[in-house]
């Protein structure tokens, strides 16, 4: 199924939290909303599953007007973050549930029921826990069977609100890695909601990046990471060291510093120097450039974070770098720093 969103608006109040959206999600997709908390995620994702209405704008399943249909009729699976298995159910019958209730005309007979929630449980790898009560389960397990009641009726879309948001850090990994694998198997048009950036470009083939209520970039995870077109994007994915820089005719300096790189010719004015901190590296003191003074050094496996503080009319500013770790820094040591990859972006403010 694709699903088409046009120029959605929707405002509580006079508040915008969706403010002009535009989305297409190509059929079998795994899509995931990104953006901080806030930025309009929940609100878009309940109206395209139909429990949420925009004030203007279109929603479309296939080229059909899916705003002309309620949430039931939309055949849409949901997952929220807040396992809601009912408690009294065993897993067998929370998975079951969704057919019991489907409408006459498609529901099947109890031999149906059954055979389609062991085909369910297998598919999440929890036939052995079908006779458990969901307080008997780990916060990964209640996940995936809500996943499987979700899938029961056989949706044309999956929608996810933070699945995975609940668990620990670990569980969160491993069910990322299943989920990836699940929609592979199942290839049902699936758009996950999330706030964590790693997850976002660790489990689905797109991302869409959202900051107050707007879409800042659609690309694949990739993309995202490598080509940010926005100031936020770049600075929401991946851990930039942001700098004030000014520009004069694609000059760049910081402070009185000028530093060794350019920007987009005939680029002037006050603007934002973004680098991934693996991206600046260390290089000899006094050749020009960037210098500063080594703070604190950490080891993590093969990296060494160190605090830098900035020198010249930058300094007081500190910067955090990841560097490898062939060649070791010293607590006081003079360093020069040159980004290797860097975006600068106007800064109107
Ligand atoms: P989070 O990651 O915290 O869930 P989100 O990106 O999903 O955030 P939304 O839940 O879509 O954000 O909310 C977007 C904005 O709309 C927020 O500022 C929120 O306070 C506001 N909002 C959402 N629902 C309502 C409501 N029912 N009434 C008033 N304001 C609301």
């Known amino acids: 199924m694709t699903i088409e969103v046009r120029n959605i608006v929707k405002k509580f109040g006079a508040f915008a939290a969706l403010d002009h959206v535009d989305l297409k999600v190509p059929h079998g997709e795994l899509m995931a909303l990104l953006g901080p908390s806030g930025s309009g995620k929940t609100t878009l994702l309940r109206i395209i599953a139909g429990l ?47 057919l019991r209730v489907q409408p006459r005309a498609v529901r099947k007979d109890e031999v149906g029921i059954r055979a389609r929630v062991k ?103 990739s993309d995202v990471y490598d080509n940010p077109q926005t100031a936020f994007v770049h600075g929401f994915i991946g851990e930039s060291i942001v700098l004030p820089v000014d520009v004069d005719d694609g000059f760049v300096r910081l402070g009185d510093t000028p530093l060794n790189i350019a920007a987009e010719h005939g680029s002037s004015g006050p603007s934002k120097l973004f680098v991934r901190r693996h991206d600046m590296q260390i290089s000899p003191p006094g050749w020009g450039g960037l210098e500063g003074t080594v703070r604190r050094v950490r080891t993590f496996g093969p990296i060494q974070r160190a605090d830098i503080a900035l020198s010249g009319r930058a300094g007081e500013t500190i910067i955090e770098i990841d560097a490898p770790r062939d060649r070791e820094l010293r607590d006081g040591e003079v360093v020069g720093l040159q980004p290797r990859r860097y975006r600068i972006f106007a800064d109107p403010t």
């Not at 479309?60 to 929220?80: C, K, P, Y």
């Not at 660790?202 to 690309?219: F, L």
């Open 52 to 98: 949420d209405w925009p004030d203007s704008g279109d929603v479309s399943f296939d080229g059909e007007n899916a705003l002309a249909r309620g949430a039931g009729e939309r055949s849409v699976g949901f997952v929220f973050q807040h396992y809601a298995l009912f408690r009294h159910m065993t897993v067998f019958e929370n998975v079951a549930f969704g």
């Open 119 to 221: 085909e369910l449980l297998d598919l999440v790898q929890l036939d052995w826990l079908s006779g458990r009560y969901p307080g008997q389960l780990s916060g990964g397990q209640r996940q995936r069977v809500a996943l499987a009641r979700a899938l029961a009726i056989e949706p044309r879309v999956l929608l996810l609100d933070e699945p995975f948001g609940a668990l620990d850090a670990k569980v969160r990994k491993e069910l990322r890695t299943w989920l990836r694998s699940l929609h592979e198997e199942i290839n049902v048009t699936s758009i996950f909601v999330t706030h964590d950036q790693e997850e976002a470009l660790e489990v689905a083939n797109s991302v869409v990046v959202m900051d107050k209520g707007r879409i800042e970039q659609i690309g694949t995870p």
